[in-house]
Structure formats: C-alpha cells, structure tokens
Nanobody, 116 residues
Framework: QVQLVESGGGLVQPGGSLRLSCAAS????????WGWYRQAPGKQRESVAN???????NYADSVKERFTISSDNAKRTVYLQMNSLKPEDTAVYHC??????????WGQGTQVTVSS
C-alpha cells in the first residue's frame, strides 16, 4: 500500500518561512510527477506548484518567487520551501504523486496557518 505523508506545517507569522516535506512509502513505481496543492476553508483545492522527474517546475502566480518546489528521487520525497508567507497562504497543503503508469496518490495534508 502506498502512502504519502506530509510534514512541516504549522503556525507562522506573516513574512515567515516553512518547509513542507512529503515522503512516499510502500510499493510505488517510479514517480514521474509531484505536485503540491492547497485548500483553504470554503475554497476549492488549487494547485500551488509541481515538478516533473526531469526537474521542470511550475508555480501558481500567487506563489511565484516566494515558494520553491524540489524533489529527491532517491528518497522519494518532495519539498516545498515557502518564504515571505502571507495570511492568504493559510490552507491545508496536500502533496500528490503520479507514477509512470499514471496512478495518482494523495497525502492526508498538513495545516499551514499564517497569522500574527
């Protein structure tokens, strides 16, 4: 059984930083694509950033130049470095992974709260 486990969320003041991690465990084939998504209360889930196995990245306009996604294929882990956090970044952050057969996996999420 495949599991994705996120960590690194918490409470941070505006302007602060957090680093989220998401590790895959279990029998999972090579991961071709990682994505971070977030869902704020009363809002739809939105894509934040993603990265391919080749290292190509994509970001939502709202997080460009503040967030950085990276991955460690050997550790089957993806990271999201979040800097200059704003109250509107408050949400539950989920990671998603696709293997090369197109199977999709989701983590349970980690809460990020940006507040003074």
């Amino acid at each position: 059984q495949v599991q994705l486990v996120e960590s690194g969320g918490g409470l941070v003041q505006p302007g602060g930083s957090l680093r989220l991690s998401c590790a895959a465990s279990g029998t999972i084939l090579s991961i071709n694509f990682w994505g971070w998504y977030r869902q704020a209360p009363g809002k739809q889930r939105e894509s934040v950033a993603n990265i391919t196995s080749g290292g190509f990245t994509n970001y939502a306009d709202s997080v460009k130049e503040r967030f950085t996604i990276s991955s460690d294929n050997a550790k089957r882990t993806v990271y999201l470095q979040m800097n200059s956090l704003k109250p509107e970044d408050t949400a539950v952050y989920h990671c998603n992974a696709f293997d090369f057969l197109g199977h999709s996996y989701w983590g349970q999420g980690t809460q990020v709260t940006v507040s003074s």
